[in-house]
């Protein structure tokens, strides 16, 4: 079975902090996808990354693909409340069947 | 208006009663898939369909069971709801490795 550990599960930090989230597995991805959640709504896509080593920057967020595609990390420079979530890593495994983490709750306070 | 749209977006029931959550698509993609959310457990995956002759079962089918009437229609229902089965349902679409969620049904089950 197939799973992805993301850590931490919550992190409370103040505005302007960086911070990063991690998304670990022992199985192999052919690609892997980072999501938003906000309450009272689904997930929305931020990333998808699919070559070992890839990196993506999005603005302040920057997504790393492990070498192996086992792993990924999500780094926000200079986090502003704006970015308060729920933040999902998931793994596609090459039939179109994904298997989500059970995110990191993300609070950045004023 | 909404791409995935999901009715009811809130449900109470009570134990042993048949409950069907709806899932319509505007997007034109062929897979759909339906989803539970628990706290700390991320999004477990129910049921997909790739295309409307194709029904597969997820991680967690059982007590579930699923039709797809159409293309952009997906639904999920619950035989006889027991409480363990509150939560909150995620419908989602895709043709790529992006997915696109509706905004969930709050199902609580006395």
């Known amino acids: 079975t197939q799973l992805l550990e993301q850590s931490p599960q919550f992190l409370s930090i103040q505005e302007g902090e960086n911070l990063t989230v991690y998304c670990n597995s022992s199985?192999?991805?052919?690609?892997l996808q980072w999501y938003r959640q906000e309450p009272g709504e689904g997930p929305v896509l931020l990333v998808t990354v699919v070559t070992g080593g890839e990196v993506k920057k999005l603005k302040r967020l920057t997504f790393q693909f492990g070498d192996a595609r086992k792993d990924s990390s999500l780094h926000i420079t200079a986090a502003q409340p704006g970015d308060t979530g729920l933040y999902l890593c998931?793994?596609?495994?090459?039939?179109?069947?994904?298997?989500f983490g059970a995110g990191t709750r993300l609070f950045v306070k004023a | 208006d909404a791409d995935v749209t999901q009715t009811p977006r809130n449900r109470i029931t009570k134990t042993g009663k048949r409950i069907m959550l709806e899932c319509s698509q505007t997007?034109?993609?062929?897979?759909m898939y339906w989803y539970r959310q628990d706290p700390g457990l991320g999004l477990q995956l129910i049921y997909y369909s790739f295309d409307v002759k194709d029904i597969n079962k997820g991680e967690i089918s059982d007590g579930y069971s699923v039709s797809r009437q159409a293309q952009a229609k997906f639904s999920l229902s619950l035989e006889s709801a027991i409480p363990n089965q509150t939560a909150l349902y995620f419908c989602?679409?895709?043709?790529?490795?992006?997915?696109?969620f509706g905004p969930g049904t709050r199902l609580t089950v006395l």
């Open positions: 997007k034109g993609h062929d897979r």
């Open positions: 199985s192999v991805f052919s690609s």
């Open positions: 989602a679409t895709s043709d790529s490795y992006e997915q696109f």
């Open positions: 998931a793994g596609e495994d090459g039939g179109f069947k994904t298997i």
